[in-house]
């Protein structure tokens, strides 16, 4: 067993320096092997939850620096010795004498603070440790998110309530983080291996129809994308048509978002269209896209309005491309995105630009263009200080994750100054980023000079325009209408007090039954809240107070049942209502509290509200009325 590991340690290190050598120099190359050398021996004693020796983590850890994030020396030698002031007798000095003063600040920064008592919560503090950092280098953010990476890929090992907590952090601040950093990849995998260790079932439940799907569906896809690629052939233009599959995360977040169930949802796969020249053309990338958007075009009809110009509207975590939806021969909308090798390269290492400008020696690749992803770091990092500042009664993680979203929708001043905000920000968010008093005195908004509520959502390409009167003031109700950090730490800071908390004993937000996968925390009075693990209270509380979690069955009781509200959508016909309800009441033996229906167009929206014993009495009732003829969809109701 041992020279099994010991094999593994040598290979692992092996594929690091391979890694690094063809961008380093003999000196760099040194210094890797001389951090690996002292690791090694650091942690010798050492072994990790599942058995394994110690050193294979800091070593796995360095690998992804090197290899999938395409750090410099220092951050990778960093990787090497990220854990040895917090584990082993060794100190910052010791680092600093052996390795220099960048090395050190770097392992300084994501080493973990023992404290006596914490100022929020041991984890929120490392928090607002690590995040200090990225005011003076992000390299330290990358060397963390390397390390957290590799840790959720070995998160089988550890005890059920270790998994929530470290999946709680990686959902709610590590995942999106990589992706406003511009790191796709990483980020897809952060929040798949999230989902996978909070929500099993339904991670697993998705993957299976995911499969089925592809299965399904190739066949006919292939039949597309040759098709696109003998197009393009024939233009002269070498290019390949690839279908890519949306992650199980990426299905259910759309599946919650859009209300509806894995077969009516929309948009599960993609196809990109991808690029490298065009006959030794020097035209620019953008008239590349275009061409190819007018050839494909020519051929298949354009969905009316699907057209996206996220080149010269690019997002803020670099992500470029020309959209469109185009009809199949087949009839069905699909999904295309056209872009270059080097914009699928940005998307990959969107913040790299930002370490190269303070690595060593750096191969960039592509030389590909990032400006959004600096601008948001330069964004983000004037907010940091602005947190700092801030009065600490105010939550600090509330307020990084505001900055920290999934997407983003860009907008228009009159004059055509372009304001980039959270995807769901309303005129109100945008009148703050123009400036403070704008938005406390905001009264109305012009859109696309049309006269609208400040309230209103806005999309992408929206011209606005703010109205404003020195007598009009912020309405407490404006806290629901803004997502930015700038919106509501303006409107915090206005009314000078905290939205109040309510306490549960069963999360009113998700409702969680017995038999599902749930978590319990524990309350400041020692009462126990049960949360669904999908339930984005218990993501947020596990990023914050993960030793308050408590591992427990939520076991079902004869004696108590719990109301549950579902969605059925059918075609109308003769005794389907009376048919629904006796499936409910007679063949289920459930008791109906409320029910509403609405029939337009032969189509009939019916929504019950009945109670049971668990999650599995549940799912039997939604699976049973699927085998009522005439009915399309059945789903839960609820606030998730």
């Given at each position: 067993?041992?020279d099994?590991?010991?094999?593994m340690?040598?290979?692992?290190?092996?594929?690091?320096?391979?890694?690094m050598?063809?961008?380093v120099s003999?000196?760099?190359?040194?210094?890797?092997?001389?951090?690996?050398?002292?690791a090694?021996?650091?942690?010798?004693?050492?072994?990790?939850?599942?058995?394994?020796?110690?050193?294979?983590?800091?070593?796995?850890v360095a690998?992804?620096?090197?290899k999938?994030?395409?750090?410099d020396?220092?951050s990778?030698?960093?990787?090497f010795?990220?854990?040895?002031v917090?584990?082993?007798?060794?100190?910052?000095?010791?680092?600093?004498?052996?390795?220099?003063?960048?090395?050190?600040?770097?392992?300084?920064?994501?080493?973990k603070?023992?404290?006596?008592k914490y100022?929020?919560?041991k984890q929120v503090?490392?928090?607002q440790?690590?995040?200090?950092?990225?005011?003076?280098?992000?390299?330290?953010?990358m060397?963390?998110?390397?390390?957290?990476l590799?840790?959720?890929?070995?998160?089988?090992?550890?005890?059920?309530?270790?998994?929530?907590?470290?999946?709680?952090?990686?959902d709610?601040?590590?995942?999106?983080l990589?992706?406003?950093?511009?790191?796709?990849?990483v980020?897809?995998?952060?929040?798949?291996?999230?989902?996978?260790?909070?929500?099993g079932?339904?991670?697993?439940?998705?993957?299976?129809?995911?499969?089925?799907?592809?299965?399904?569906?190739?066949?006919?896809?292939?039949?597309f994308?040759?098709?696109?690629?003998?197009?393009?052939?024939?233009?002269?233009?070498?290019?390949?048509a690839?279908?890519?599959?949306?992650?199980?995360?990426s299905?259910?977040?759309?599946?919650?978002?859009?209300?509806?169930?894995?077969?009516?949802?929309?948009?599960?796969y993609?196809?990109?269209?991808?690029?490298?020249?065009?006959n030794?053309?020097e035209?620019?990338?953008?008239?590349?896209?275009l061409?190819?958007?007018s050839?494909l075009?020519?051929?298949?009809?354009e969905?009316p309005?699907?057209?996206?110009?996220?080149?010269?509207?690019?997002?803020?975590?670099?992500?470029?491309?020309i959209?469109?939806?185009l009809?199949?021969?087949?009839?069905?909308?699909?999904?295309?995105?056209?872009?270059s090798?080097?914009?699928?390269?940005?998307?990959r290492?969107?913040?790299?630009?930002?370490?190269?400008?303070?690595?060593?020696?750096?191969?960039?690749?592509?030389?590909v263009?990032?400006?959004?992803?600096?601008k948001?770091?330069?964004?983000?990092?004037?907010?940091l200080?602005?947190?700092?500042?801030e009065?600490?009664?105010?939550?600090?993680i509330e307020?990084?994750?505001?900055?920290?979203?999934?997407?983003?929708?860009?907008a228009?001043?009159?004059?055509?100054e372009?304001?980039?905000?959270?995807k769901?920000?309303?005129?109100?968010?945008f009148?703050?980023?123009l400036?403070?008093?704008i938005?406390?005195?905001?009264?109305?908004a012009?859109?696309n000079?049309k006269?609208?509520?400040v309230?209103?959502?806005?999309?992408?390409?929206?011209?606005?325009?703010?109205?404003?009167?020195?007598?009009?003031?912020?309405?407490?109700?404006?806290?629901?209408?803004?997502?930015s950090?700038?919106?509501?730490?303006?409107?915090?800071s206005?009314?000078s007090?905290?939205?109040?908390?309510?306490?549960?004993?069963?999360?009113?937000?998700?409702?969680?039954?017995p038999?599902?996968?749930?978590?319990g925390?524990?309350?400041?009075?020692?009462?126990i809240?049960?949360?669904r693990?999908?339930?984005?209270e218990a993501?947020?509380?596990?990023?914050?107070?993960?030793?308050?979690?408590i591992y427990m069955?939520?076991?079902?009781?004869?004696?108590?049942?719990?109301?549950?509200?579902?969605?059925?959508?059918?075609?109308?016909?003769y005794h389907?209502?009376?048919d629904?309800?006796?499936?409910?009441?007679?063949d289920?033996h459930?008791?109906?509290?409320?029910?509403?229906?609405?029939?337009?167009?032969d189509?009939?929206?019916?929504?019950?509200?009945f109670?049971?014993h668990?999650?599995?009495?549940?799912?039997?009732?939604i699976?049973?009325?699927y085998?009522i003829?005439?009915?399309?969809?059945?789903?839960?109701?609820?606030?998730?």
């Amino acid at each position: 067993m041992e020279d099994k590991y010991e094999n593994m340690i040598i290979e692992t290190a092996e594929k690091v320096f391979n890694s690094m050598e063809p961008r380093v120099s003999p000196r760099q190359l040194k210094q890797l092997h001389d951090a690996y050398e002292f690791a090694y021996n650091a942690h010798k004693e050492q072994r990790r939850k599942s058995g394994e020796p110690y050193i294979i983590h800091p070593i796995s850890v360095a690998l992804i620096a090197a290899k999938e994030l395409m750090l410099d020396t220092n951050s990778v030698t960093a990787s090497f010795l990220h854990d040895i002031v917090e584990d082993t007798p060794y100190t910052i000095d010791d680092i600093r004498e052996r390795f220099g003063d960048d090395v050190a600040f770097l392992v300084d920064a994501v080493t973990k603070r023992k404290k006596s008592k914490y100022k929020f919560s041991k984890q929120v503090d490392n928090y607002q440790q690590l995040l200090s950092s990225m005011q003076f280098d992000i390299r330290a953010l990358m060397v963390k998110i390397a390390d957290r990476l590799h840790n959720m890929r070995t998160l089988s090992s550890m005890r059920p309530d270790k998994q929530m907590k470290i999946a709680g952090e990686t959902d709610y601040f590590y995942a999106p983080l990589a992706n406003r950093l511009g790191l796709f990849d990483v980020k897809t995998d952060l929040e798949n291996l999230s989902f996978k260790y909070r929500c099993g079932m339904e991670y697993t439940d998705i993957v299976l129809k995911l499969d089925k799907d592809k299965k399904d569906n190739s066949a006919r896809l292939k039949l597309f994308t040759d098709d696109i690629e003998a197009i393009l052939h024939e233009a002269g233009i070498d290019a390949k048509a690839t279908v890519y599959w949306r992650a199980p995360y990426s299905i259910w977040r759309r599946m919650k978002a859009s209300n509806k169930d894995f077969i009516h949802l929309d948009n599960r796969y993609y196809i990109r269209v991808t690029f490298s020249g065009c006959n030794g053309s020097e035209l620019s990338e953008k008239t590349i896209c275009l061409y190819i958007y007018s050839l494909l075009t020519n051929k298949y009809n354009e969905k009316p309005g699907s057209f996206q110009n996220l080149i010269d509207q690019g997002k803020e975590n670099s992500y470029k491309s020309i959209n469109v939806m185009l009809l199949s021969h087949e009839g069905i909308w699909e999904d295309v995105q056209i872009c270059s090798d080097k914009m699928v390269e940005a998307s990959r290492f969107g913040c790299m630009a930002e370490v190269a400008e303070r690595a060593e020696t750096r191969n960039c690749g592509n030389n590909v263009s990032l400006q959004n992803v600096r601008k948001w770091i330069e964004k983000f990092r004037k907010i940091l200080k602005e947190i700092a500042a801030e009065s600490q009664t105010q939550g600090f993680i509330e307020s990084i994750k505001s900055s920290l979203y999934y997407d983003d929708v860009l907008a228009f001043t009159p004059k055509g100054e372009a304001i980039i905000l959270p995807k769901g920000s309303t005129a109100l968010d945008f009148a703050f980023e123009l400036h403070t008093d704008i938005g406390l005195h905001a009264k109305y908004a012009r859109i696309n000079s049309k006269l609208m509520s400040v309230r209103t959502v806005l999309n992408r390409g929206d011209v606005v325009e703010i109205g404003m009167e020195d007598d009009a003031l912020p309405k407490a109700e404006w806290m629901q209408y803004v997502q930015s950090y700038k919106a509501k730490r303006s409107l915090r800071s206005y009314f000078s007090k905290e939205l109040a908390k309510q306490q549960y004993q069963r999360c009113t937000c998700c409702l969680p039954l017995p038999g599902g996968e749930t978590i319990g925390f524990r309350e400041e009075d020692n009462s126990i809240t049960l949360h669904r693990r999908n339930c984005p209270e218990a993501i947020r509380l596990a990023s914050k107070f993960g030793d308050n979690i408590i591992y427990m069955e939520f076991d079902e009781s004869p004696d108590r049942k719990y109301p549950v509200t579902i969605y059925i959508k059918a075609i109308d016909r003769y005794h389907l209502f009376i048919d629904i309800l006796s499936k409910i009441t007679n063949d289920l033996h459930l008791f109906i509290d409320s029910l509403k229906t609405e029939t337009n167009d032969d189509i009939t929206d019916l929504t019950v509200t009945f109670y049971v014993h668990s999650i599995r009495e549940l799912n039997s009732a939604i699976q049973s009325l699927y085998s009522i003829p005439g009915v399309d969809e059945v789903r839960r109701v609820q606030n998730l």
